[in-house]
């Protein structure tokens, strides 16, 4: 790609970024400003669907190398935006099938897809000698190889999420470096969750850059935490497992930073079972509070009311008898001990 004429970079972003995209329609525009001097690449956004649903974002983030001028603003942003519209698409496509095993099919074949792609920059990247920081150095292909690499990685992980529930084989994050992008254990970077992505057209509000996360802040051993929550879901019925599983709880407790109504955890336990539970978890959380519960929109009764902190006050009232499942509870929790 010629890069000489950085002027016409900084027009090309600057149209971009005339506006933020909502919808997938919105998000293709901006694609197709961005693209203004690459017919073959807009000949592919014009052929692909357009729909004027609301973007969902991705459900796993990491962070990428920080553009330093027009030149990687551009990469930055066609990456960032072909990721996500890639992302929404599966979704959409997904979402029009009813049989099991074309899910399968279908995200199988979209996660090797994404897998080929990720090992190839990787590849790439090594063969270039692409290995220190890519704001070290002002090569243009590095920032680019590598802005593709772990948006590629964050694209197959939020795909995979999505869908973790149909697919018959999952893989973390470590046997994806290791043993598919064939890359060291050291060379690992952090993906942080975000939430779980609301099936298309029934997201209760639409997502914004600016909405306010919410973080639980566990403190204490994770792998302590998830023995409680399973037990806890096996001996007195937690969770509705059939809208969310026990998994989904501890992403969601253990997560830095999670969207109001990223998830929907319905509980299949009475709303006073929940409230002890709560105070019970209180002390191995930083920020674990009714008000916070309630922020979060995700926890909803056994009745699917959305749970609120005056529901969970009232549960909690001294005047009402113990939970009758206490004795099982407080058993259960020895093991946060």
Avoid: W
């Avoid at 792998?223 to 809208?243: A, G, M, P, S, W």
């Avoid at 930083?286 to 005056?310: M, V």
């Amino acid at each position: 790609m010629d890069t000489t004429n950085s002027r016409r970079f900084t027009e090309l972003v600057k149209a971009a970024k005339a506006a933020t995209p909502k919808t997938i329609a919105e998000l293709q525009s901006q694609m197709t400003a961005l693209l203004a001097d690459y017919p073959q690449l807009k000949k592919v956004l014009a052929d692909s669907a357009i729909t004027n649903d609301t973007i969902q974002p991705l459900s796993y983030k990491t962070v990428l190398p920080k553009y330093t001028d027009p030149i990687t603003n551009f990469y930055f942003l066609v990456i960032t935006a072909e990721t996500l519209r890639v992302y929404n698409s599966i979704l959409l496509k997904a979402a029009s099938l009813t049989e099991l095993v074309d899910i399968q099919y279908q995200i199988n074949k979209v996660l090797n897809s994404i897998k080929v792609l990720a090992k190839q920059t990787a590849a790439e990247l090594i063969e270039r000698d692409f290995t220190t920081d890519p704001n070290e150095q002002s090569n243009h292909v590095h920032y680019a190889l590598h802005c593709l690499k772990h948006s590629l990685i964050q694209l197959y992980f939020s795909v995979q999420h999505s869908f973790e529930n149909s697919l018959q084989h999952t893989t973390s994050l470590e046997d994806f470096y290791v043993l598919d992008l064939e890359l060291p254990l050291s060379s690992i970077q952090e993906l942080e969750y975000i939430g779980q992505v609301v099936p298309v057209g029934k997201q209760s509000e639409e997502f914004t850059e600016s909405q306010e996360t919410i973080c639980f802040g566990f403190k204490d051993d994770i792998e302590k935490l998830k023995t409680v929550v399973n037990q806890l879901c096996y001996q007195i019925e937690f969770l509705n497992e059939d809208v969310a599983n026990a998994d989904e709880l501890i992403k969601a407790f253990t997560a830095k930073s999670i969207l109001p109504g990223a998830v929907k955890i319905q509980l299949g336990c009475e709303t006073k079972h929940f409230r002890y539970c709560i105070d019970k978890f209180m002390p191995y959380f930083n920020s674990l509070s009714l008000a916070n519960i309630e922020k979060s929109k995700i926890f909803y009764s056994k009745k699917d009311t959305p749970i609120t902190a005056n529901n969970l006050s009232a549960s909690g009232s001294k005047n009402r008898i113990e939970p009758k499942e206490k004795a099982t509870i407080d058993k259960i929790f020895k093991y946060l001990q």
